[in-house]
């Protein structure tokens, strides 16, 4: 149970699901429409389902092993995946910031949400002090005014709780 | 002195009263509504397609023609098969600020395959400003092909393959290939005309059918036109007979129309109404146009709308025709 | 072929031309450095600009904002492994580990002169090519273009990382997730998670890449910040690390010709750009190179993404050119410019107007050429931002990152797109996945599937259309022996290593 549980496993077992929808979809599609989606669906889902199975039989993985000869490309990074080892409480922390960012955005549009969501988190969780995480603020919000709304004329999202409408989903 | 005072103010009111009066009288409105600053022309295609490029010329310069000079910026919402920004015109508030671009035939024929709830909107509620660019659509081959008339590709024993983008082209090829009797098949999904244009040329297929003017460029590769879908011969094509020439009277044409969302006033639609006239008569403004390679016609709200109308009958009567094709293509 | 020249050089050499020139070059590289924009934007924008302008300088002015941005992009790529552009998503994988070692100053140079080679070994090969574009683009109908498709495809045997059984699992994630949408073929919206509208046009693909990229990293970025990791310090810095960055290219011939023929390659086929030929080029190197430091910050590597992507240019170029066939969205940018001013884009272009054919070609290099040598002198102050501290600088990109993915098409949504490929990259990551495959298989799919299922329309159904014409063969026998090759070599060097042991 602890093995179903391990991140990697989850991650196998989410990109599983997402390709039997696909599969599962595909069938009732027209022939055309379902030849790449059934051809490319299927194997997928098998490969998918042979890493979730290699959590428990290691070996099944251990054959499809590619090794090149020298090139490092095919050495596991040691560096990275030492670092790869985050927190979970780190992880979903960061997580929650970007969903802040969304749901700002979204209610009260990039003008008010890029300086709040810089500050915030370059005190909270950069730890910097206020002067440079107000200052550094300004600077992005001037930028991203500046460069997208008034030079390029993009209408940058105003947020719902300012009148613009989300659009059609 | 009471008695003075009261006539000297009976008599401006009843000047300032009859001023008020006259005005109206002469179909003159008290005050022209007054246009937003930042004005949104939004199209349904991408940048560097031909109604983009005409688009584009028009925001330049029909300011001058507008009160206050407001500025226009182009808007591209290409999504959903071009049916994206005709619903955010269709979506937005009817106060100037969004004014929609779109080929007809295209967003008539979104609205003929999909149904209003799918297409998401309808396009009969749109307040017409008036319409441009009004070309016949025509049918041509490839070079080795063997047809040389509407007839000889209705003769045809095997189905004649045309290639083909989405939308207004595929749907004009659907009703004249069955309106007329050819037997046809598609050979969808090639991105723009251009790309149609190679197909043929290669051999892909034995058939397109696109606007006239586009259709002139490639005469000199080879490309064979066959037929113009009017009742009277192009200047340009003047030795190419017509469909009804040819015993089938149909008239296909693509035209630009330029429209605000449902409900927008009748006196704010006749500030950019008597714009748009005035525009269509600045000769820099038509030189531009033609040096882009397009011939600026112009039709009124009245004749777009009676356009509109006309060709939504049609997307109606074929609509099942439509859907059918769409439905084997899967 | 060569009358024209004269004219479009006469006109390079005013000094209004030279200073739009020089002007473009600054707007695209600008473009390019923002996460989401590019030079379709910075195109766009520039278009009613040039209402006013004589007709040359126009083109002139366009051409170079559309070949400078690509080089902008590699800057964020190598400072905070942010791709600028789609194309240089690959640029990342190397150029930030140099980056984050200290060796900033000379990534960016490195990157500037392998853009600005690639770039005018790309049109170079367009000017070559001219006298036979025409029949190069009729040749490529929709089987040869599967086959070429299929072969940048099979790349993904390069870029499985160790082991065959994960790699092509996410690529074939990656397949799926860009076959969501309307199918421009069927007309059928297949897969679409929930949406009406929304999805009807796939999964955006800037959206898509800069956050499974850019906000991956940005996570594990504020995970440093709140570890308190302390930011680079510069080695190799000054003029000194650009000059070492300019040297490093030349010791790397072959590889830069490898790649710059792949981007060209890449390129002719429309709708297949520098976001491809970026990942299939590097693909290939990191697996064809003896260099240790791959995936580590290998110059190598660096000069494989960077040449590839800016000799895809000459390539676009083809079909545009010859056919008035956009290879790039770009492209078709560029050919709306050239429509306004009075000359509209197809075969006629090269007959009637081969003057127009030279400024394009002359206005792509000199913008390549202009925006890596302002990238080159700028090198060694811009590669600072990476001794800043990351708690500032990761909220800054972050937003940056969901602005621009917002401003390609002003749509909320894709900015929860972005948010949703960054967690799912950054998970990718933490567990030993590489990212290439699902890049690979995300950008390619499209145009195989398209290019697939039209040639079996040509043929009525007979698979035997994809065998007939040589070009067709070539492709394909190309193919088994990329896919085959990884799989093989592994196989006889486990074998030779089971045999040294055993002596």
């Known amino acids: 149970m602890k093995k179903l549980l391990e991140g990697a496993t989850i991650l196998n077992l989410l990109m599983l699901v997402f390709a039997l929808y696909c599969v599962i979809l595909a069938l009732g599609y027209g022939r055309n429409s379902r030849m790449f989606p059934l051809a490319i669906g299927i194997p997928t889902a098998v490969l998918l389902a042979l890493s979730i199975v290699a959590v428990w039989k290691p070996s099944i993985l251990r054959g499809a092993d590619v090794h090149l000869g020298d090139s490092s490309a095919n050495e596991p990074n040691v560096d990275e995946i030492r670092e790869a080892k985050h927190a979970p409480s780190h992880v979903a922390a960061m997580i929650g910031w970007l969903i802040l960012a969304a749901v700002g955005i979204g209610l009260i549009g990039f003008r008010f949400a890029v300086p709040l969501f810089v500050l915030l988190f370059a005190r909270f969780e950069g730890r910097a002090n206020w002067l440079s995480a107000i200052l550094v603020a300004i600077i992005t919000w001037a930028f991203v005014v500046g460069y997208f709304e008034l030079f390029m004329k993009f209408g940058m999202f105003r947020g719902v709780l300012f009148g613009d409408m989300l659009p059609l989903y | ?330 | ?503």
């Open chain 3, 1 to 503: 072929m060569f009358e024209g020249i004269a004219p479009a050089l006469a006109a390079l050499f005013s000094s209004q031309v030279i200073g739009f020139v020089f002007l473009g070059s600054i707007i695209g590289l600008v473009a390019g450095i923002l996460p989401g924009l590019g030079n379709i934007q910075a195109m766009a924008v520039a278009l009613p600009f040039t209402f006013g302008m004589e007709r040359l300088t126009a083109i002139y002015f366009l051409s170079a904002i559309c070949s400078s941005a690509t080089y902008g992009g590699a800057i964020p790529a190598i400072l905070v492994n942010i791709p600028g552009t789609p194309a240089n998503a690959a640029t990342t994988i190397e150029g930030y580990p140099m980056a984050k070692r200290g060796e900033g100053t000379r990534a960016l140079s490195i990157s500037a002169t392998a853009s600005a080679l690639g770039g005018l070994i790309g049109i170079a090969s367009l000017v070559v090519s001219i006298p036979i574009v025409k029949p190069v683009v009729l040749f490529f109908g929709p089987p040869e273009t599967f086959m070429l498709v299929l072969l940048g495809m099979v790349t993904i045997a390069y870029a499985v990382q160790q082991n065959m059984i994960r790699g092509l699992a996410t690529a074939g994630v990656g397949v799926l997730l860009s076959l969501v949408g309307f199918s421009p073929v069927t007309g059928v919206f297949r897969f679409p998670l929930g949406s009406s509208q929304y999805l009807w046009d796939g999964i955006q693909d800037v959206a898509f890449l800069t956050g499974i990229f850019g906000l991956s990293e940005a996570i594990r970025s504020g995970m440093d910040a709140r570890k308190g990791v302390p930011a680079a310090e510069i080695i190799h810095a000054g003029f000194h690390g650009a000059l070492q960055g300019v040297r490093d290219v030349f010791h790397y011939p072959w590889t830069l010709i490898r790649s710059s023929v792949t981007g060209i390659i890449v390129g002719i086929a429309p709708g297949v750009g520098g976001s491809v030929s970026n990942v299939v080029a590097y693909a290939m190197t990191a697996q064809m190179s003896k260099d240790p430091m791959i995936g580590k910050g290998s110059i190598e590597g660096l000069i494989a993404a960077e040449s590839s992507n800016n000799a895809t240019y000459g390539g676009d170029a083809v079909p545009t050119l010859a056919f008035g066939i956009p290879g790039s969205a770009a492209m078709a940018v560029l050919m709306a410019g050239l429509t306004l001013h009075g000359i509209p884009v197809g075969p006629w272009l090269m007959r009637e107007h081969m003057e127009i054919v030279w400024v394009v070609v002359f206005g792509l290099v000199a913008g390549t050429v202009l925006s890596c040598v302002v990238g080159f002198l700028v090198a060694r102050w811009l590669a600072r931002i990476t001794t800043m501290p990351m708690g500032l600088v990761m909220p800054v990109i972050v937003m940056l990152i969901l602005a621009g993915s917002f401003a390609v098409r002003q749509n909320y949504w894709d900015v929860l797109v972005t948010i949703g490929s960054g967690v799912f990259g950054f998970f990718l990551l933490s567990h030993g996945y590489s990212l290439l495959p699902v890049i690979i298989g995300f950008l390619l799919a499209g145009a195989a599937e398209l290019a697939f299922i039209q040639a079996l329309y040509i043929s009525e159904g007979s698979p035997l259309i994809f065998f007939k014409s040589p070009v067709s063969l070539i492709l394909l026998l190309s193919s088994i022996a990329v896919a085959l090759y990884p799989v093989l070599k592994s196989h006889f060097l486990e074998k030779e290593r089971r045999h040294e042991k055993a002596a």
């Open chain 2, 1 to 330: 002195m009471v008695y003075s005072v009261r006539i000297i103010f009976a008599v401006l009111t009843g000047f300032l009263v009859s001023m008020g009066v006259s005005q109206e009288a002469i179909g003159q409105p008290a005050k022209t509504p007054a246009v937003p600053s930042t004005i949104n022309l939004v199209i349904p295609y991408i940048p560097g397609t031909g109604a983009d490029i005409q688009t584009r010329v028009v925001a330049r310069f029909l300011p001058k023609y507008l009160p206050g000079a407001p500025t226009f910026v182009v808007k591209n919402d290409a999504g959903a098969g071009g049916r994206a920004g005709v619903q955010t015109v269709y979506r937005s508030k009817p106060d100037g600020a969004a004014v929609g671009g779109a080929y007809t035939p295209d967003a008539l024929a979104n609205e003929a395959l999909y149904g209003i709830d799918g297409a998401g909107f309808d396009f009969s509620k749109f307040v017409p400003l008036m319409s441009t660019y009004h070309q016949p659509y025509t049918v041509s081959v490839g070079p080795k092909a063997p047809y040389k008339s509407l007839d000889d590709m209705k003769r045809s024993t095997k189905p004649v393959p045309f290639c083909t983008t989405t939308g207004m082209d595929m749907s004009y090829i659907v009703i004249s290939t069955k309106a007329i009797g050819i037997p046809m098949r598609l050979i969808p999904g090639f991105k723009g005309a251009p790309t149609a244009m190679a197909g043929l040329l290669r051999g892909d297929c034995e058939a397109v059918s696109l606007g006239i003017e586009f259709t002139n460029r490639y005469l000199k590769d080879g490309v064979r036109p066959i037929a113009v879908y009017g009742v009277e011969r192009s200047s340009i094509w003047p030795h190419v007979p017509t469909s009804k020439e040819q015993g089938y009277p149909l008239e296909l044409e693509i035209s630009l129309a330029f429209f605000l969302p449902p409900g927008a006033p009748v006196e704010l639609a006749n500030v950019y109404r008597d714009g748009l006239a005035k525009l269509y008569r600045d000769n820099e403004f038509l030189e531009a146009i033609k040096t882009a390679g397009f011939t600026p016609t112009y039709a009124d709200a009245k004749r777009t709308q009676q356009i509109v109308s006309s060709l939504s009958g049609l997307f109606s009567k074929y609509a099942p025709d439509l859907r059918d094709v769409a439905a084997k293509t899967q």
